[in-house]
């Protein structure tokens, strides 16, 4: 039997330990991660769990979202690229989702999305939108770098090398004030909407402490020219958030940051550095990563019942006619319009 209960009802620390020893368990998963979405947008996280002896066997977190389009939905996990059922395979993973389909109509529940990614053996309905990026960090460094894209990745970290461009790794929240004033020029560059201040504040002031966030800045001339977010957990490091200044992409900030961010995870220990989730449209961005070395996967996310809200899926009619309108706007504008509108993006 599975029931919806509160972190204070399951406690912190039972909740990580059980994320921190299944092998499905991200940091999408962690408390400390919910926490920052909770303080940020106002969501409550409940965890759908079932135990044996006061343990958890197995869970899911659940957020409960509104919106006058969506109506009222479960997410596993807002703002998260992935969240799996933690279960031990699907027969579990079926009885979990038939006692969740009950509560979802017993509460009046119009949806439910599972962002479900590495599980398998089960059905997923959503078509291939997205994939994931992930680079092995076995090797040295010195042979890993030798295996990099000669012309788009080792040519550009030279270059920025020779043009005396550094790597600071932040240590204040200045830092990271840093990372989201750049964030904001390529938020609008690119014609979306940006998150609030408050979520940066609020992944330094939560996972930083904990050694699971960081922020690098590549700096010329104590000016920051390109910055980059990376989540830390278990074995894997994330590239979360990266951010230029589009005036200073050609001395070659970006390519060397990345290299940083990936040489230091491999330094700390880490088996493997996420990319990240990437729209199939962006053919750009999906040929930047891969150039990394990084294996492309596809994603495959659960809904009930099957999505049907093409309109607001990137690429759409109506996400460029937003994106086009966002690129005009000032930056101010769009940050307030992040502030006020971006929890109903979940």
């Given at each position: 039997m599975f029931s919806l209960l509160d972190i204070n009802s399951i406690q912190e620390d039972n909740w990580n330990s059980f994320v921190e020893n299944h092998p499905l368990g991200t940091v999408y998963h962690h408390r400390a991660w919910h926490e920052v979405i909770e303080k940020t947008y106002g969501f409550k996280t409940?965890?759908?769990?079932?135990?044996?002896?006061?343990?958890?066997?197995?869970?899911?977190?659940?957020?409960?979202?509104?919106?006058?389009?969506?109506?009222?939905?479960?997410?596993?996990?807002?703002?998260?690229?992935?969240?799996?059922?933690?279960?031990?395979?699907?027969?579990?993973?079926?009885?979990?989702?038939?006692?969740?389909?009950?509560?979802?109509?017993?509460?009046?529940?119009?949806?439910?999305?599972?962002?479900?990614?590495?599980?398998?053996?089960?059905?997923?309905?959503?078509?291939?939108?997205?994939?994931?990026?992930?680079?092995?960090?076995?090797?040295?460094?010195?042979?890993?770098?030798?295996?990099?894209?000669?012309?788009?990745?080792?040519?550009?970290?030279?270059?920025?090398?020779?043009?005396?461009?550094?790597?600071?790794?932040?240590?204040s929240l200045e830092h990271m004030r840093a990372f989201y004033?750049?964030?904001?020029?390529?938020?609008r560059k690119q014609g979306v909407p940006v998150q609030p201040f408050r979520f940066f504040r609020n992944i330094w002031e939560v996972l930083n402490p904990r050694d699971m966030a960081s922020v690098l800045l590549a700096t010329k001339d104590s000016r920051n020219l390109a910055g980059i977010v990376l989540l830390k957990y278990k074995d894997t490091a994330y590239y979360k958030f990266g951010a230029s200044d589009p005036e200073f992409i050609n001395v070659g900030p970006n390519q060397l940051l990345m290299w940083k961010a990936i040489e230091s995870s491999v330094n700390c220990g880490f088996r493997q550095f996420d990319f990240g989730r990437t729209f199939s449209g962006n053919t750009g961005l999906m040929e930047y990563k891969s150039r990394w070395g990084a294996e492309k996967i596809k994603m495959g996310y659960v809904f009930i019942p099957e999505r049907r809200e093409k309109l607001k899926r990137e690429g759409s009619a109506l996400n460029r006619l937003a994106s086009g309108m966002l690129k005009k706007m000032p930056v101010f504008s769009n940050r307030i319009l992040g502030g006020l509108f971006y929890r109903y993006l979940a």
């Open positions: 409940d965890y759908f769990v079932s135990e044996a002896d006061g343990k958890i066997i197995s869970a899911v977190p659940l957020v409960l979202a509104s919106s006058l389009i969506s109506g009222k939905r479960f997410i596993s996990y807002p703002f998260s690229d992935c969240c799996d059922p933690l279960v031990s395979g699907p027969d579990e993973f079926n009885a979990l989702m038939a006692e969740l389909e009950s509560e979802r109509k017993k509460r009046g529940v119009k949806s439910l999305e599972l962002r479900a990614y590495r599980l398998d053996g089960i059905e997923r309905n959503q078509e291939d939108d997205y994939f994931n990026f992930v680079l092995k960090l076995g090797c040295r460094t010195e042979a890993l770098l030798r295996s990099l894209h000669k012309d788009c990745i080792q040519r550009p970290i030279k270059k920025a090398q020779k043009n005396g461009i550094e790597i600071v790794e932040g240590t004033e750049l964030h904001l020029k390529t938020r």
